[in-house]
């Protein structure tokens, strides 16, 4: 079983930054995928941006430029900087790591924008 531990989130004003982590720990056997994503209440969780095994990276078109994902794999860990902030940025950004067997979502970390 794999366990996701998020962290970075919290109230920042417009323009300012963020930077969100997530360990991964448990049985883990060769991760795919790890990324971020987003859930305002009312609306469907999206994809904000996601690092493949091949260190490629996706993003969505509103964070593009803004945002960085990256991942330290020695640890297990995946972290989401975040730059240039804005009020629509406000929301709970869920980690996601997928490995060969599973898929693995973390408990969600509020990031709040204030204008």
């Known amino acids: 079983q794999v366990q996701l531990v998020e962290s970075g989130g919290g109230l920042v004003q417009t323009g300012g930054s963020l930077r969100l982590s997530c360990v991964a720990s448990?049985?883990?056997?060769?991760?795919?995928?790890m990324g971020w994503y987003r859930r305002a209440p009312g609306k469907q969780r999206e994809l904000v941006a996601r690092?493949?095994?091949?260190?490629?990276?996706t993003y969505a078109d509103s964070v593009r430029g803004r945002f960085a994902v990256s991942r330290d794999s020695a640890t297990n860990t995946v972290y989401l900087q975040m730059d240039k902030l804005k009020p629509d940025d406000t929301d709970v950004y869920y980690c996601?790591?997928?490995?060969?067997?599973?898929?693995?979502w973390g408990q969600g970390t509020q990031v709040t924008v204030s204008s």
């Open positions: 996601r790591i997928q490995t060969l067997f599973t898929d693995n």
């Open positions: 690092i493949f095994s091949s260190g490629s990276t």
């Open positions: 448990g049985i883990i056997f060769r991760i795919n995928e």
